[in-house]
């Protein structure tokens, strides 16, 4: 790539007011304090004391001057880059940002030691899942690694700020000060390439929201130069036709030199400003920044730059020309300057320091509290002897090489010739360890869904049936009187009330901000809803089909299933995803495809009702919960007639319990959502000739029947047929799995496992199609006729 070098001359001198010298130099300690952070991150990393590490070399000054213009209440989402940010905001410390580089879950504020360096959050529920007070912090929003993944949050994040200007009724003392909060997000240049930074860029330029995005451009996505990534070299001159034009929608572009310290701190609060009060969202493309260090410990970026833009890059340091420039203004003399590069250095060694010997010492402790546990005095064995040995010349051992290290010898002596104590340390080692690593996958707290007991539907004597759909209406109406927070949105949620017909006519009851339409944009849809629930909201947002989920399932697979677990119970996004799916014909609206979903949206739960009261008794579940959750209607049942309970709003299906719909002694089948009714059906067949068989719906596939309360079934009928509209090998391997290994359905069997399932291919179109795709009633009958005379 070729670069044309800035002179000297044409750099625009403007003095600083003298008030604002001391700022600025604080600014110039800020960065030198970064920058030799990222110099340790990038050293520590090389001589193993870390696994990985990525840094802020080079992007220090448009942070300093991003500080200027934040606010409390506000929040970030940025990329895994912005310690420099969070130093110039007193946030955190080097020692506290080490010790997320060091993997250090005692120390590590940000997420327990869970993420590597660079990905940042901060507390925003207490432990027992409360909501603290956002509008006295800065809130950092937990980052993730995939790129441009942050900017659906972030839109989200700035809607919620919209609502609640827009709705005085909202709950907003702990979450917003009447809107004025702005979404700070920023994204590395070559990332804008994904298109969900195109897509979050068109959303905020059409809702209108207080977003301001950082474009970070070092000419480079890795080793991949600007010219090779963007239309026309430049991401901003790309964006140009999204300025905002006066006519009510777009965004503000603006343009600065990541090396220019006046323009920076000139143009942040300027914006800032602007957004506040306009709620228009604006970029500023921070331009010619330099990677000192390269992208990353993975790579050296002399590999792949020349040695003209390796030398115009050590001229156009941000903090080279930072420095020339607070000399040439007369702010402070060079020997100023080198002070504070001293102590700059000297405080980021002493961090490192700390942070080193606060990671080692518990390490040593430990090592020397388990030696103490040792047999002596003659009681020890060859085996023993050898494991303390061993033990000994660790030197700074982690839990996981400890207990490692018992488990061998508890498989070289045999478990008898384990000391007692050695036993009982080994198990209070492992539910450290797992409890430090694992838990908060989903919510501990006393709001989880999990700890809210189910309440029974009850009916008016007399009550006649009515459509599926209009008991969602009837619910939906009533819940959204109740609650203010409550939003729904997606495609044709709004004017028309979902194609199915769930929300009609709640528009006109409770007006357009509560209940409204979106552009087909499922991953900001998505992101959308985590923003706002983020922020004390509670939002239904719908993806039309199952089948267009798969669009979004990057921000619900890597942001919203992992948000509580990868901040250790710091941060939640109880939002709820509403779709439907099962039995519709054709390839695209099938919506029967879970095992994507099973596998990758651990941490959150996902129910398939297998009508549309059980679905209301979910979502009743569900919002008095603090979870995020996938809600799968069954496509064909919104105009199949059923009664409405009389108490539809206090009516509670409980999670992870299974419900038996039909009593038999010779088989159990198990399955879940429109293949029910399928089975019962085929049921009242096989009774005609003698076989009773039970049905049992699963009601949520994420989790799954916690009380073990299937395997206790099949203790009465010893035979298992599984049904299940998934293609063979997919939901059913998963329903099996839990059944027979975690329930030790094996030991009660009297037959093998039989599975009725839909064809390896997509459905096809029209009746044959279906029938030929998915399972019906016969398929049923017979596998259940063969499994019962096995």
């Known amino acids: 790539m070729s670069v044309k070098d800035p ?63 934040i606010r409390k209440g506000d929040w970030r989402a940025d990329y895994y880059r912005g310690h420099t940010l969070l130093l110039a905001l007193d946030m955190t410390t080097p020692a506290e940002l080490l010790a997320q580089l060091y993997s250090d879950d005692r120390h590590d504020p940000f997420s327990t030691g869970r993420q590597m360096g660079g990905h940042y959050a901060n507390r925003t529920i207490d432990e027992d899942g409360n909501w603290l007070d956002a509008t006295q912090t800065f809130n950092l929003s937990s980052a993730t690694s995939p790129t441009a993944g942050q900017m659906a949050r972030g839109f989200g994040l700035a809607f919620a700020s919209k609502l609640y200007r827009q709705d005085e009724r909202l709950p907003a003392d702990l979450h917003s000060n009447e809107g004025n909060e702005i979404a700070w997000t920023e994204i590395g240049d070559a990332s804008t390439s994904e298109g969900v930074f195109w897509e979050t860029m068109n959303a905020a330029g059409v809702t209108r929201v207080p977003m301001i995005c950082t474009i970070v451009d070092d000419g480079y996505g890795i080793s991949v130069p600007v010219d090779l990534q963007t239309t026309k070299g430049s991401i901003s001159e790309a964006l140009a036709g999204l300025q905002d034009d006066g006519a009510g929608s777009g965004i503000d572009i603006h343009r600065v030199k990541g090396w220019d310290y006046p323009a920076l701190i000139d143009l942040y609060p300027k914006v800032a400003r602007q957004v506040r009060q306009s709620h228009r969202a604006a970029l500023i493309h921070v331009q010619e920044l330099t990677q000192p260090n390269g ?17 115009w890059e050590k001229t156009w340091d941000c903090l080279a ?230 669009y979004a399932l990057p921000i619900l697979t890597d942001d ?102 039909r009593e038999g002694t010779d088989l159990t089948i198990v399955t879940y959502g429109a293949c029910v009714r399928i089975c019962l059906e085929a049921a009242k067949l096989l009774s005609e000739q003698g076989v009773e068989v039970e049905i049992i719906d699963v009601q949520t596939l994420l989790p799954f029947d916690l009380e073990h309360r299937i395997a206790n079934h099949l203790s009465h009928t010893n035979r298992l047929l ?57 398929d049923v009958v017979e596998a259940a006729a063969e499994l019962v005379l096995y």
């Open 560 to 661: 919203v299933a992992t948000l509580r677990w990868r901040t250790n119970g710091m941060q939640a996004a109880p939002l709820i995803i509403r779709t439907r799916g099962h039995r519709l014909e054709g390839i695209w609206h099938s919506g029967s495809y879970l095992s994507p979903l099973l596998g990758s949206l651990r941490g959150m739960h996902i129910c398939v009702p297998r009508n549309m009261v059980q679905a209301t008794g979910m979502y009743n579940t569900l919002l008095d919960g603090d979870d995020p959750a996938l809600v799968i209607e069954v496509l064909n049942g919104y105009r199949l007639r059923e009664p409405e309970p009389s108490n539809l709003l206090e009516f509670r299906v409980p999670l992870g319990v299974p419900e038996c719909l």
């Open 722 to 778: 599984i049904v299940d509209e998934d293609i063979p090998g997919a939901a059913s391997a998963f329903i099996e799995r839990k059944i027979v290994e975690e329930q030790k359905g094996f030991e009660l069997l009297d037959a093998p496992v039989r599975t009725v399932t839909a064809a390896v291919h997509r459905p096809a179109y029209a009746d044959d199609g279906n029938y030929a795709s998915k399972p019906q009633v016969m």
């Open 295 to 311: 992208h990353s410990t993975s790579g050296s970026h002399e590999r792949y730059k020349s040695k003209e833009r390796l030398q």
């Open 321 to 550: 020309q930072f420095r020339h420039y607070l000399v040439a203004t007369g702010v402070a003399d060079a020997s100023d300057l080198d002070e504070i590069e001293k102590r700059a250095k000297k405080e980021v060694a002493a961090a490192r320091k700390e942070a080193w010997e606060r990671l080692n010492a518990p390490r040593k402790a430990r090592k020397e509290a388990l030696l103490k546990l040792l047999p002596t005095n003659g009681h020890s064995t060859p085996a023993i002897n050898k494991f303390a040995e061993e033990l000994k010349r660790m030197s700074q051992p982690l839990l996981s090489e400890l207990i490692d290290a018992v488990r061998r010898l508890r498989f070289e002596a045999g478990p008898d010739a384990m000391p007692r104590e050695l036993k009982s340390w080994l198990r209070d080692a492992l539910d450290e360890l797992r409890a430090t690593k694992s838990r908060n996958l989903l919510s501990n707290t006393p709001h989880s869904p999990l700890r809210i007991g189910g309440v029974p539907a009850t009916y008016t004597k007399g009550v006649k049936p009515i459509p599926g759909y209009e008991i969602l209406q009837h619910y939906f109406a009533a819940k959204f009187e109740e609650r203010p927070e409550l939003f729904a949105f997606g495609e044709d949620v709004g004017n028309i009330g979902d194609v199915n017909q769930g929300f009609a006519g709640l528009q006109d009851k409770f007006g357009e901000k509560r209940i409204f339409d979106t552009g087909i944009r499922e991953w900001t849809i998505v992101g959308q809803a985590m923003g706002m629930s983020m922020r004390g909201l509670r939002p239904i947002a719908e993806i039309q089909y199952l089948d267009y989920i798969y």
């Open 7 to 69: 002179e000297l001359s044409t750099v625009d001198f403007r003095r600083l007011p003298e008030s604002d010298f001391e700022h600025a130099l604080k600014d110039y300690y800020t960065c030198r304090v970064s920058r030799e952070l990222s110099n340790v991150i990038r050293r520590d990393v090389l001589n193993g004391r870390a696994k990985f590490g990525v840094s802020d070399d080079g992007k220090e000054l448009y942070q300093v001057a991003m500080a200027r213009a």
